[in-house]
């Protein structure tokens, strides 16, 4: 059966992974039948038309559903769905449907410092909305600390964009998602672990990628910028190990890097361990000297390589993307025909120990021409000490009013 249901999501980003997955769903849902809207949310530009909005949305392939501006929804619909902490505001208070769920892919509050923003994020979680997660500690960190009846469905890759290349010829590389723009990548630890890797392993070529801004380093490494995903499997296929880190709920990166054969570094954490698989991963603790060791560990141990690509194949090969919207779809339709949540356990897929390691940083070197002898500095004279107290005693006066 047709059924109506609105989308409240938020101003487009160019590149956003979280945008393309939305979508993604958005496609699914209306290639099975159900009539999409969807209302774009914090219009950067006032007065854009319905081209313009669509042509934003497009950037993230086909979307079959109507594009209205705001999120003001018109009349009565079987579903709303909320997309970020502020559309969850505005689907509980604003929208008429007969089921609101909400579509959870992070921890919004951590995107911001303890104050308003973290409390109203927080606050999203308890506006009666069904949470439907993508990932299992999400639905799990809900229900635990929020009492939300929450479900997830599984992450996946593409398996047509992610896939090993026989003929690629590999590098003795590691590449890492460096994105300052968002700090829940972690850059700054992420550059460390790598500059003790370089220290030890002085041949490995260091590649960052994933955002236009260039890491700046001290220690040899190719920026290469935002990747098309077609660019990033040929990157992984290259590479003998990657680092992609997350705080909050994984990224999908270590799973399309299993995808394509590439031993995967990431944290260890209950965020990790619910959804990562054991040996197709490595999870070190949260500081740069595990991670550097974790890394280092992988590029010495050709046996370790091989289980963790061939266990990371496996894994993904029953991940498809086909998957994920299944789930999620069959999700939906089950809340649509008025079925309950059915909380299933969710227990952690990774059960190793976190990898640990005491690798120092190394001393940073000091740019150029700072290492070189400096002539002694120039004794000042009494008359120039005499004067510079004397002025020193006259603005004293002036400002304090004393001597």
């Known amino acids: 059966m047709t059924r109506s249901i609105a989308w409240l999501v938020p101003y487009p980003i160019p590149g956003s992974g979280g945008h393309r997955t939305i979508f993604s769903h958005i496609r699914h849902l209306a290639e099975r039948g159900h009539q999409c809207h969807v209302h774009i949310g914090e219009d950067r530009q006032r007065n854009m038309g319905e081209q313009a909005l669509r042509e934003a949305v497009e950037q993230f392939g086909p979307c079959p559903a109507q594009i209205h501006r705001g999120c003001a929804v018109p009349g009565r619909v079987d579903l709303a769905v909320a997309t970020a902490w502020w559309t969850a505001e505005v689907a509980a208070r604003e929208v008429a449907a007969a089921h609101k769920i909400y579509f959870v892919q992070d921890f919004e509050p951590c995107f911001n410092p303890m104050g308003d923003l973290y409390i109203r994020a927080e606050n999203s979680y308890r506006q ?5 997660t993508i990932g299992r500690w999400l639905a799990r960190l809900l229900r635990e600390r929020y009492g939300a009846r ?8 593409d398996a047509e964009t992610y896939f090993p290349i026989d003929a690629a010829v590999q590098e003795q590389a590691v590449c890492f998602v460096h994105q300052p723009e968002k700090p829940r990548r972690c850059p700054a630890i992420g550059g460390d672990a790598l500059a003790i890797v370089k220290h030890h392993c002085p041949e490995v070529t260091i590649y960052t990628y994933g955002s236009p801004e260039a890491p700046g380093y001290s220690f040899d490494h190719v920026h290469l910028g935002i990747l098309s995903r077609e660019e990033c499997n040929l990157l992984y296929n290259r590479c003998t190990a990657g680092l992609c880190l997350s705080s909050s709920n994984p990224s999908r990166i270590p799973f399309e890097m299993m995808a394509a054969g590439l031993p995967a570094v990431d944290f260890h954490g209950d965020n990790t361990i619910h959804d990562l698989p054991d040996q197709a991963v490595l999870l070190a603790e949260r500081n740069p000297s595990s991670l550097a060791g974790a890394i280092i560990e992988i590029l010495r141990s050709p046996d370790l390589r091989e289980t963790m690509r061939r266990r990371g194949l496996e894994s993904m090969r029953n991940r498809p993307a086909a998957l994920e919207f299944e789930q999620f779809a069959d999700k939906v339709e089950r809340i649509l025909a008025g079925e309950q949540i059915k909380e299933k356990e969710i227990a952690p897929l990774y059960t190793a120990a976190p990898f640990s390691a005491d690798l120092p940083l190394p001393p940073v070197p000091p740019p150029a021409g700072e290492g070189e002898e400096q002539p002694p500095p120039r004794a000042m004279s009494l008359y120039r000490r005499l004067c ?16």
Do not use: H
């Not at 009666?128 to 439907?132: A, C």
């Not at 510079?388 to 001597?403: A, D, H, P, S």
């Open 128 to 132: 009666g909305l069904i949470p439907i």
């Open 388 to 403: 510079r107290n004397r002025i020193g005693r006259v603005l004293k006066v002036m400002w304090k009013g004393y001597y």
């Open 150 to 157: 929450a479900d997830f469905f599984e992450f996946t890759a």
